[in-house]
């Protein structure tokens, strides 16, 4: 009977330690900092970065994540999206390309941004369908020298319409826009000649 006893007190024993270490009764460490935050993803430094922003009397045009004016050209079309600016013409037009699978946008519906697939194999950024392109000429941010230019090249508003004013000279007459930004998303597969971020 004494053995009996023995046994039942011994496990009554192990049973309420292994309760009092499962209830929190045994101290424990929290990770350090450092530990807790590796599992946060770098942000991408390639990734694109379009910005509704007011440039001298345009009112408000997309710029990219370094301030340069964004344009489009009247002889691209949005429906389908296609791009007709190649050799000379992208030299002096650098095609605004989708560097990345993310893009930021501040005050740019998330539903107007796309990609197309360029004859060159390079993925382009489009707003509405417009293909989206730099202009070499333009130096600073805020700069606009390419509005008008030919009466085919104007830069483009955060919904894809022409902008319309007078070129710009200089960043003295930027501001950048209070709109909130849009969480970054991945593309999606090219289906019919474009394909949104």
Do not use: H
Not at 60 to 84: E, I
Not at 139 to 167: R, S
């Amino acid at each position: 009977m004494n053995r009996t006893r023995i046994l039942v007190l011994a496990t009554s024993a192990a049973l309420g330690l292994t309760t009092v270490a499962a209830c929190g009764g045994g101290q424990q460490t929290a990770a350090p900092p450092a530990q807790q935050q590796t599992n946060q993803q770098p942000p991408d430094p390639n990734q694109v970065k379009l910005i509704a922003t007011t440039v001298g009397q345009l009112g408000q045009v997309v710029t990219d994540a370094a301030g340069m004016t964004l344009y489009r050209f009247d002889s691209d079309s949005a429906n389908p999206p296609v791009s007709n600016c190649y050799d000379k013409c992208a030299d002096t037009w650098p095609p605004e390309l989708a560097t990345s699978s993310t893009a930021t946008l501040d005050g740019i519906d998330q539903s107007a941004v796309g990609v197309i697939l360029r004859k060159d194999g390079q993925k382009q950024i489009t707003i509405n369908g417009w293909a989206v392109y730099r202009y070499k000429q333009d130096k600073a941010p805020g700069d606009a020298k390419g509005q008008g230019l030919m009466q085919k090249w104007y830069a483009i508003t955060p919904q894809g319409k022409k902008a319309a004013g007078a070129p710009a000279t200089g960043g003295a007459n930027t501001q950048g826009s209070s709109a909130t930004k849009v969480a970054p998303t991945t593309s999606i597969d090219p289906g019919a000649g474009g394909y949104g971020y």
